[in-house]
């Protein structure tokens, strides 16, 4: 999928397709009379509401708060962010379909939506596979599978952040940009990817360090070959 194609809708999202609620209500809440006091509850009960649906991995919950006129901007949490390091790619598209800034930091300032995409942060791996929809796709498919769904993933949240406008040479104020990110982890398709989208090669990260010197001129060819490619 190009860039240009990028689709920033909830129906065309490439995985995983199924979406789980966690709103314990009455059955008429999305459609009936009720459906605009349980959000002015929820909202009342939860103070960063878009996060907390983003934390469950609940994308009805999150598509309903948003239509309700909750702006992305209005959480502490960053839940662009959130969604972005839980691999909730229709999560991610209903944000920056709603206003959601591609380029903002997180409250440390060494955490942003295209950082968060990519890293492997243990701080998120528990909350990822208690993630509704990862959990349901991981008693559908095998493991094999769902791990090349995943990965499909993050780079469709990549794509879908630079469509809005996300700065892939962001380096968090000298720390490191998404490019280093991508090859200290090994992950030559996302390495491939953010080169194919403009990234920069020879920004230093916070030790000096610019991403052709951590791959050396051999894999720097391959890598750029393979981006051209």
């Not at 397709?17 to 809440?29: G, I, L, N, Y």
């Not at 990862?134 to 630079?162: H, K, N, Q, T």
């Not at 998404?178 to 090669?201: C, K, T």
């Not at 920004?203 to 890598?223: F, K, V």
């Amino acid at each position: 999928m190009s860039v240009e194609a990028a689709p920033l809708a909830l129906e065309t999202v490439t995985a995983p397709q199924r979406v789980v609620s966690t709103m314990h209500c009455a059955r008429d809440v999305l459609t009936g009379s009720h459906y605009p006091n349980y959000l002015d509850r929820f909202i009342e009960n939860h103070p960063d509401p878009l996060s907390s649906a983003c934390s469950r991995g609940d994308n009805v919950l999150l598509k309903q708060l948003l239509n309700h006129g909750v702006h992305p901007a209005q959480d502490t949490q960053d839940p662009l962010i959130i969604a972005a390091a839980m691999r909730n790619q229709a999560g991610v598209a209903l944000l920056l379909q709603h206003g959601a800034n591609p380029n903002l930091r997180s409250r440390s300032g060494l955490r942003g939506p295209v950082h968060a995409a990519i890293g492997k942060d243990p701080q998120w791996a528990l909350q990822i596979r208690l993630n509704p929809i990862w959990r349901a796709e991981a008693r559908r498919l095998p493991a094999d599978r769902l791990s090349a769904d995943f990965e499909r993933a993050e780079r469709d949240i990549i794509r879908l952040l630079a469509h809005a406008g996300a700065d892939l040479n962001n380096d968090l104020g000298g720390f490191e940009t998404p490019l280093h990110v991508a090859i200290l982890d090994s992950n030559i398709a996302m390495q491939a990817l953010l080169l194919r989208l403009g990234a920069n090669l020879d920004i230093p990260n916070y030790r000096g360090a610019t991403a052709r010197h951590l791959l050396g001129p051999e894999l720097t060819r391959m890598l750029i070959d393979l981006a051209i490619g």
